[in-house]
């Protein structure tokens, strides 16, 4: 986190509850700008929140400033089954009620091309200069940020390698598509591309089993929660706990 820009004047790594110079409890909190709005959007992961267990009542002393900023949209992408309560009483909505494991191969393609970030394409230019900054973030923190190009349009995906199945099965998480519409439609390509690296499965978040994307939804797997005024998009965990810290 040291080596992440700060994100204008909120903690760059999270909040401590101290008694008589000892840490009894820690949030930490990842926080993320977005580039290329009216108004940039700011958006912080919740990634761990514990407190020793004798000070458990002055847990909520310690989250609450934290989600006082009202322009803030606050995640919690990996909620302990323990916490789902709290999370509703504090006002998290879901938004990925499960996900979708699915073959991008088998989905039917279309004339384009799709071209790795890495390379430097030109076709970056023809992308919003939100994506821009996605892309090349995410593809410096190690995951494959491509771009697909057909008929003048170009649309960005983000992909993060991992393994699933007690890590004998490589797939690769949806981290960032402008909509699983747009992840069905470009699924045959993606697949194709990532056939050559010997990938067969991807995992994408939903709300609901995703009309057209060939696989099998799982209700509840990696249940997601947000709070604030801009919700997620369907299978967005860009900057999150998974892609800084792995799964």
């Not at 997601?224 to 799964?247: H, M, R, S, W």
Request: with cysteine.
């Amino acid at each position: 986190m040291s080596q992440r820009p700060a994100i204008g004047d909120y903690p760059r790594y999270g909040m401590a509850l101290e008694n008589s110079g000892r840490i009894v409890g820690v949030i930490l909190t990842l926080y993320a700008g977005y580039k290329g709005q009216q108004d940039e959007e700011v958006r912080c992961n919740l990634s761990s929140w514990s407190v020793d267990a004798e000070f458990r009542p002055y847990a909520m002393k310690l989250i609450m400033p934290v989600l006082r900023q009202k322009n803030v949209t606050f995640v919690n992408i990996s909620p302990a089954p323990t916490t789902l309560n709290a999370n509703k009483a504090m006002g998290f909505r879901p938004f990925s009620n499960g996900q979708v494991a699915f073959l991008p191969a088998i989905h039917p393609t279309r004339p384009s091309r799709v071209l790795d970030v890495r390379t430097d394409p030109a076709e970056m230019a023809m992308l919003s200069e939100r994506d821009r900054y996605i892309l090349s973030e995410h593809s410096a923190l190690g995951c494959l940020s491509l771009i697909c190009v057909s008929d003048g349009q170009a649309f960005p995906f983000v992909l993060m390698p991992r393994r699933i199945m007690h890590g004998l099965v490589p797939c690769c998480q949806v981290v960032y598509c402008h909509s699983l519409a747009e992840l069905t439609q470009w699924a045959g390509a993606l697949g194709r591309l990532l056939l050559r690296s010997g990938i067969l499965l991807c995992v994408v978040d939903a709300m609901e089993p995703v009309p057209g994307l060939r696989g099998h939804y799982f209700p509840r797997k990696g249940l997601k929660y947000f709070k604030g005024p801009k919700p997620p998009a369907a299978g967005d965990l860009t900057f999150t706990e998974l892609v800084l810290f792995g799964p």
